[in-house]
C-alpha cells in the first residue's frame, strides 16, 4: 500500500504533504474494490497492476470536482485485464 501511495501522491503532485495519506490510502482501496467488482483479478506484486490501481485512484480523486468520465488509458487498462484473462481461460 505504502508503494501505490507514494505512486498516487507523485500523480497528483502532492508528494510534500502527509495531511491526505489516510485519505488517498482509501481511495486505492476502493479502487482496488471497483476494478475487482469490474471482473479483473489484481496481483498487487505486480507493478502493472498496481499501475492500474494508482491510475484508477487517481481519476477517482480528480472528478471530485470535474466529474470527468474515466480517462481513455483507465478504461483501456481495464478493459486488457480483464480481457486478457478470459482470454488465458
Do not use: C, F, H
Amino acid at each position: 500500500m505504502e508503494t501505490m501511495l507514494a505512486m498516487l501522491k507523485v500523480d497528483l503532485g502532492i508528494m510534500t504533504t502527509t495531511i491526505y495519506d489516510e485519505r488517498l490510502k482509501e481511495y486505492l482501496a476502493s479502487a482496488q474494490t471497483q476494478i475487482e467488482r469490474e471482473g479483473a483479478v489484481l496481483d498487487l506484486d505486480v507493478i502493472d497492476d498496481m499501475q492500474g490501481v494508482v491510475m484508477y485512484a487517481a481519476w477517482m480523486w480528480r472528478r471530485r470536482e470535474s466529474s470527468e468520465g474515466m480517462p481513455r488509458m483507465v478504461r483501456y487498462w481495464l478493459n486488457n485485464k480483464i480481457l486478457g484473462a478470459k482470454m488465458r481461460d
